[in-house]
């Protein structure tokens, strides 16, 4: 499974983004997908993830409230929709796709090449 993400740029403090994954050729309904972060000396850390059922969500403490894990099995996208933004919402964003398995945990199977939000003050 080759995972796209998209939608990543630089926002002002207090903005928005929308990241979109994508994958070519692979359906992503059958999948548990995932957000991750991972800023410059750090490691990566989870964000959101959703059930292959688009019901049940998870997130990190810090973006409760502020962001929202949603998908489109039709248009086989998954989306990031980030409000809000904060300085320390700046990092590289990854999506991960697994099969199955708890959605905090950070075994996914199926990594995109990440795209860059950066938050200016």
């Known amino acids: 499974v080759q995972l796209q993400a998209s939608g990543g740029g630089l926002v002002q403090a207090g903005g928005s983004l929308r990241l979109t994954c994508t994958s070519s050729?692979?359906?992503?309904?059958?999948?548990?997908m995932a957000w991750f972060r991972q800023a410059p000396g750090e490691e990566r850390k989870f964000v959101a993830a959703?059930?292959?059922?688009?019901?049940?969500?998870s997130y990190e403490d810090s973006v409760t409230g502020r962001f929202t894990i949603s998908r489109d099995n039709v248009k086989n996208e998954v989306y990031l929709q980030m409000n809000s933004l904060e300085r320390e919402d700046m990092a590289m964003y990854y999506c991960?796709?697994?099969?199955?398995?708890?959605?905090?945990?950070?075994?996914?199977?199926?990594w995109g090449q990440g795209t860059l939000v950066t938050v200016s003050s």
């Open positions: 991960a796709a697994k099969s199955g398995g708890t959605l905090r945990a950070t075994s996914y199977t199926y």
């Open positions: 050729g692979r359906l992503l309904s059958s999948f548990n």
């Open positions: 959703i059930h292959t059922s688009g019901v049940r969500k």
